[in-house]
């Protein structure tokens, strides 16, 4: 028998990393060295919204992390959303528990809906991925429920699965992509000490490195007349202290691509306890196209990941077109919005779909991709699973193990394919800033890729 209960003390809940961290299916995004880093920075106890399921012996089975919105308490988010980018956002629990623990979740949510204090008019889910399926049991038990539940996605995850190494991944590709990624890494291998990756492996290094990182990451924004990412300076703070408790674990690679003894392009990389490696953030000297410094290091991480054992690299949200051309697998990144039965929540239904109206005729006239509706079948589809993290993480800290077996992708004509030689010197931006955000009215701040 599983109870709920609404935590009043977050703190404690995040200060016990064995507890939440096991349940978390070895992805950092679910991990507490990222919420907690997050937290710190912007949480709020007084907003805080933290579902805690329990077993009959009292021990923690599952979690479910919101909070109230700041200047609207009636409407509920998942943490470590908006501007931060968090993707993977789903129930924490264990596969063996999942059925169960969403759907009691599901359940309590609905019945405290109209509680004059845990009450609510609307929940977004902000960064799940299509296919997941404590999501997916949670969303068909509000269904069955009649709770009225909206899914939208306008962009994807792309994931680049590994092969059993690197010349069997190259054997996948078209003959134009191999001539093209040989060619940048023998350019690299062969440099003579002029183009050489350097990874940050200190704290003083990790440190510098990532302060190089943002500001490549912010001259890519600023020139395109957005903040940025890092605009907000506890963004930074938040974003060091999580990628320094990074680096002690030793779940870090932060490389960066030397030419001439400037860094030209650099990457923030997460090492998830499921052996993916996490593409956080990026930055790239756009000075030198003809070297290609984004594509180069892109290649060069690729084959590290083979070398090392990744079960590939989680390029994260965000349609850029330098994604598709290293033949990552596209997967849609849900917003989904819950809300209450009652006239409160029926009324705001009703803003939602005025709201989802003006921003699809604006959008239309800025010529930006639009939100696409879902049914929670296309949401959860099973074409999606094969390409969703390992639930079941090893318990050895251990990275370097053999690749598990695992489905290889089939159906190129479900993939978003481009041959190495159409790419222009340096990927261009799809989106505004604002685009990586959910559709939301209550808010104006614009946000950045990462």
């Not at 404690?12 to 995004?29: K, Q």
């Not at 004059?116 to 799940?128: C, E, P, V, Y």
Request: hydrophobic share 35%; with cysteine; charged share 30%.
């Amino acid at each position: 028998m599983i109870h709920i209960e609404i935590s009043d003390s977050p703190e404690n809940l995040l200060a016990d990393g064995n507890t939440w961290d096991r349940l978390a299916g070895g992805i950092p995004f679910r991990q507490t060295v990222w919420l907690r880093s997050w937290w710190q920075q912007f949480g709020d106890a007084e907003r805080a919204f933290f579902l805690v399921a329990r077993d009959e012996s009292g021990a923690c089975c599952g979690l479910l992390p919101l909070e109230r919105t700041d200047g609207d308490l009636r409407r509920l988010q998942t943490i470590a959303a908006g501007n931060v980018c968090t993707d993977h956002v789903s129930i924490l629990t264990r596969p063996e528990d999942r059925e169960e623990v969403a759907t009691a979740f599901a359940k309590h949510l609905i019945e405290c809906s109209s509680d004059r204090t845990h009450g609510w008019d609307q929940i977004d889910f902000d960064g799940t991925i299509a296919g997941d399926p404590a999501m997916e049991i949670f969303a068909r038990c509000l269904e069955d429920q009649e709770v009225p539940t909206s899914i939208r996605s306008r962009m994807h995850l792309w994931f680049n699965r590994c092969e059993a190494t690197w010349e069997d991944l190259l054997a996948t590709r078209s003959r134009k992509y191999r001539n093209r990624v040989r060619g940048l890494l023998r350019k690299l291998d062969e440099s003579d000490g002029e183009l050489f990756v350097r990874d940050a492996a200190a704290p003083e290094e990790v440190h510098m490195g990532l302060l190089k990182l943002i500001e490549l990451h912010q001259k890519r924004w600023q020139d395109a007349g957005e903040p940025g990412t890092y605009a907000d300076d506890r963004m930074i703070r938040f974003v060091t202290d999580a990628t320094l408790e990074m680096s002690d674990r030793g779940r870090l690679v932060l490389p960066q691509l030397i030419y001439r003894d400037e860094v030209i392009a650099t990457e923030l990389h997460f090492i998830g306890d499921d052996r993916r490696q996490y593409c956080y953030s990026t930055g790239v000297n756009h000075a030198y196209p003809d070297l290609k410094p984004g594509i180069m290091l892109n290649s060069h991480m690729f084959r590290e990941a083979h070398r090392l054992g990744r079960a590939g690299i989680d390029y994260m949200r965000g349609d850029e077109t330098y994604k598709g051309r290293l033949h990552s697998r596209p997967i849609p990144l849900l917003e989904i919005s819950v809300f209450a039965k009652h006239a409160r929540g029926q009324v705001r239904m009703a803003q939602d779909r005025a709201t989802q109206l003006l921003k699809v005729q604006w959008r239309r006239v800025k010529d930006l991709p639009q939100d696409q509706p879902l049914t929670i079948e296309e949401a959860f589809a099973e074409e999606h699973r094969s390409f969703l993290p390992d639930q079941t993480p090893l318990p050895s800290p251990t990275l370097h193990h053999e690749v598990s077996a695992m489905l290889p992708i089939r159906t190129v004509e479900s993939e978003i394919l481009f041959d190495a030689d159409e790419e222009t010197s340096e990927p261009p931006m799809i989106y505004s800033m604002s685009d990586y955000r959910r559709s939301d009215a209550h808010s104006h701040e614009p946000e950045p890729s990462n």
